[in-house]
């Protein structure tokens, strides 16, 4: 078990679940995938699970990959890329397609994976100091595993600036292109997803489920079989890449890659 991901579930049926690396902004690395994977896991085996919201602990929600892990799994072989890329996209499936309402719930910096993650969300929440970015071609990366998610939450013509572009962007601009529903001031982001958790138990969790797998089925954002493999070797390949290693050397040496001129 890792206590990476913590999560809990109240008497209501309600889950929380928690990013808890907050010592490096909650940057995902091995066991942060795993523990959200645990975590889906153990609450979809929970028949009386109604909702779950999703937190970051600390300061920021989620500020995308850990570039030292990245580094170091890029040293890997090839078949234990492949692995990481897997669970990261398995992670992010398995939470889109979870049968009862998600809310995230956005603090601080939601970068590069946790654009994938809020995208897999149904209703996402930011305080008015958040921002986002999916920035993976900065550091020569793809976003290849989210992509599908983002697709369906901001359209393509949206994935097509802001991921290409890397920029950050805040609250109100997620909130324009529809990354994010609802923005509030960071003192009212639990009270905000209060109030969504009580609308949604007002309705039948049975037609909620129904509601949601239906929309699923006309989406981008649920893939299987090659289209899904496909994205995944795309993902882990690029990491192995030489433009991965130079992008990842700046970031680690702090100086601009090569191609920034």
């Not at 809990?8 to 940057?27: C, I, Q, Y």
């Not at 030292?68 to 398995?94: C, D, G, Y």
């Not at 130079?246 to 090569?258: D, H, M």
Request: one cysteine or more.
């Amino acid at each position: 078990m890792t206590t990476s991901v913590l999560h809990a579930l109240d008497r209501r049926g309600v889950a929380s679940v928690t990013f808890n690396r907050p010592e490096v902004n909650n940057a995902y690395d091995a066991g942060l995938i795993q523990g959200l994977l645990d975590a889906m896991q153990a609450l979809g085996k929970r028949p009386e699970l109604r909702a779950v919201v999703l937190r970051g602990a600390g300061k920021h929600f989620q500020a995308g990959a850990d570039l030292k892990w990245i580094r170091e799994v890029a040293a890997r072989p090839v078949e234990e890329n492949e692995a990481a890329s897997r669970a990261t996209a398995l992670a992010v499936q398995r939470l889109n397609e979870l049968p009862v309402p998600t809310v995230a719930l956005v603090q601080g910096a939601c970068f590069g994976g946790g654009t994938g993650v809020v995208a897999a969300c149904d209703v996402v929440v930011a305080s008015d100091d958040a921002n986002f970015s999916i920035a993976e071609t900065r550091w020569g990366l793809t976003a290849a595993i989210i992509l599908p998610q983002l697709a369906d939450a901001i359209g393509l013509r949206q994935v097509r600036r802001y991921a290409l572009t890397g920029e950050r962007f805040d609250a109100h601009e997620a909130r324009r292109i529809g990354l994010v529903h609802e923005v509030v001031p960071r003192a009212e982001l639990d009270a905000a997803g209060e109030r969504i958790v009580a609308q949604l138990l007002q309705n039948a969790p049975e037609a909620n489920g129904q509601t949601k797998t239906a929309a699923l089925d006309f989406g981008w954002g649920k893939i299987d079989g090659p289209a899904f493999s496909r994205l995944v070797t795309q993902h882990a390949a690029k990491r192995r890449s030489a433009e991965a290693a130079e992008g990842l050397a700046s970031f680690a040496e702090k100086r601009p890659a090569r191609w920034a001129g």
